[in-house]
């Protein structure tokens, strides 16, 4: 079964310092994609990041990043000097190989921020 | 581009009345919308995929004739909520595929839905 796995119900961070929110996922596809959104209080869907599973290199989007290791199946995010903007929920999500399927959506990560 | 947009943003409604959500692709062709439901702070539920011109496929344990939805035209989705009561409160998004993008998915804003 595909599935996406965040372990961190809550995280904690300074402003300018960076954080690490995890994310795993499981699938047997051999072609996938990985998406990062921020949900603010409004509840839009930010989109933030997105990593092919051919992509040999991390992707990058200003202060986001996506650490991704492929034999380990993560793919996690990084968000370099946090701001007050960033508290958020986080979502990590799977696109699986067939088109016209849905997302698959982690449980996701509530990121708060102080100063 | 791939702008979605949702109408209402937010409605309360009695319960026991029905209440339709509108789910619009403004730029561009949605061969393929889909239906979320979220609770606070919780993630994001699938609860239907719908084709344009064809019925939509519910996710097992969603009620299809207390959430019907339609997908008669390549901008437009709607989900009616019938016969509404308060667990029915939540927030509802929807997002859309166009034919030229069948990967990305686009979502709209939300919408909330409160059943006194």
């Known amino acids: 079964a595909q599935k996406i796995t965040q372990t961190q119900p809550g995280m904690f961070v300074q402003e300018k310092e960076a954080v690490t929110l995890d994310c795993t996922y499981d699938t047997s596809d051999q072609s996938y994609g990985l998406f990062w959104y921020k949900q603010p209080s409004s509840g839009e869907m930010i989109f933030l990041i997105y990593q092919g599973s051919y992509d040999e290199q991390n992707a990058t989007e200003g202060r986001y990043s996506l650490n991704f290791q492929k034999a380990r199946k993560s793919a996690n995010l990084v968000i370099s000097a946090s701001q007050l903007g960033d508290s958020a929920m986080y979502f990590c999500?799977?696109?699986?190989?067939?088109?016209?399927?849905?997302?698959?959506f982690g449980k996701g990560t509530t990121l708060s921020v102080s100063s | 581009g791939a702008v979605v947009s949702q109408h209402p943003s937010w409605v309360i409604c009695k319960s026991g009345t029905s209440v339709k959500i509108e789910c619009r692709s403004l730029d561009f062709q949605a061969t393929t919308m889909f239906w979320y439901r979220q609770f606070p702070k919780q993630s994001l539920m699938l609860m239907a995929t719908?084709?344009?011109?064809?019925?939509?496929?519910?996710e097992q344990g969603v009620e299809k004739d207390k959430f019907l939805i339609n997908h008669a035209s390549l901008t437009l989705s709607t989900l009616t909520v019938t016969s509404a009561h308060p667990e029915d409160s939540s927030f509802y998004i929807c997002?859309?595929?166009?034919?030229?993008?069948?990967?990305?998915?686009?979502f709209g804003p939300g919408t909330r839905l409160t059943v006194t």
């Open positions: 999500a799977m696109r699986p190989n067939q088109a016209g399927t849905a997302l698959i």
């Open positions: 719908s084709n344009e011109g064809s019925k939509a496929t519910y």
């Open positions: 997002s859309a595929r166009s034919r030229g993008a069948p990967y990305e998915q686009y």
